[in-house]
T-cell receptor
Framework: QKEVEQDPGPLSVPEGAIVSLNCTYS??????FMWYRQYSRKGPELLMY????GNKEDGRFTAQVDKSSKYISLFIRDSQPSDSATYLC??????????????FGAGTRLAVHP | DSGVTQTPKHLITATGQRVTLRCSPR?????VYWYQQSLDQGLQFLIQ???????AKGNILERFSAQQFPDLHSELNLSSLELGDSALYFC??????????????FGPGTRLTVL
């Protein structure tokens, strides 16, 4: 079993739709959760960062973490064609001895069509 | 633009060869990380350096090695290359050694093709 599971999609939605992207993880020691956006042939770009459980909102993006079910979500409201990219969830555990390894999901490819 | 630079952008080489990938972190960042992204394995952590010292290792092959220089740039050396080493190699940097909000910023990557 992978430490972080993510449906690779692809996911195709019309412009203006609400998009829901999800990941599950296996290790309850994970405390920090991130969403990265990666455009084709580019490096991942940090979108959202959350600690422990709860919600975090930034513009059209909302990240949710439910540690009881080991489930993380990213919602995109009023989706735009420019949101078309691969979205990667990532996590890392408690920090000790300088260990700062990010563990990524497989990435979900999203296409928003006009 | 994340502020992390990587060279070269593309690299095409043959099996058995050795290549060096270079990374310059964001100004002020002390940690450098290397990741490999392939179609079958996704984005995988290879190794972390902090202020010149190796601090964490992931699933990095023995044929691969890295170092961080006094000016904080880093190099990833890949030797005895195999077809399966073809992938995107990303460098990321962060300010600190560790810590919860120690965000990592990724460079544009080097695309390695082994023929």
């Amino acid at each position: 079993q992978k430490e972080v599971e993510q449906d690779p999609g692809p996911l195709s939605v019309p412009e203006g739709a609400i998009v829901s992207l999800n990941c599950t993880y296996s290790n309850s020691a994970f405390q920090y959760f991130m969403w990265y956006r990666q455009y084709s042939r580019k490096g991942p770009e940090l979108l959202m960062y959350t600690y422990s459980s709860g919600n975090k909102e930034d513009g059209r993006f909302t990240a949710q973490v439910d540690k009881s079910s080991k489930y993380i979500s990213l919602f995109i409201r009023d989706s735009q064609p420019s949101d078309s990219a691969t979205y990667l969830c990532a996590t890392k555990g408690a920090i000790s001895g300088g260990y700062n390894k990010l563990i990524f999901g497989a990435g979900t490819r999203l296409a928003v069509h006009p | 633009d994340s502020g992390v630079t990587q060279t070269p952008k593309h690299l095409i080489t043959a099996t058995g060869q050795r290549v060096t990938l270079r990374c310059s972190p964001r100004s002020g960042d002390l940690s450098v990380y290397w990741y490999q992204q392939s179609l079958d394995q996704g984005l995988q952590f290879l190794i972390q350096y902090y202020n010149g010292e190796e601090r964490a290792k992931g699933n990095i092959l023995e044929r691969f090695s890295a170092q961080q220089f006094p000016d904080l740039h880093s190099e990833l050396n890949l030797s005895s290359l195999e077809l399966g080493d073809s992938a995107l190699y990303f460098c990321a940097s962060s300010y600190g050694l560790a810590g919860g909000s120690n965000e990592q910023f990724f460079g544009p990557g080097t695309r390695l093709t082994v023929l």
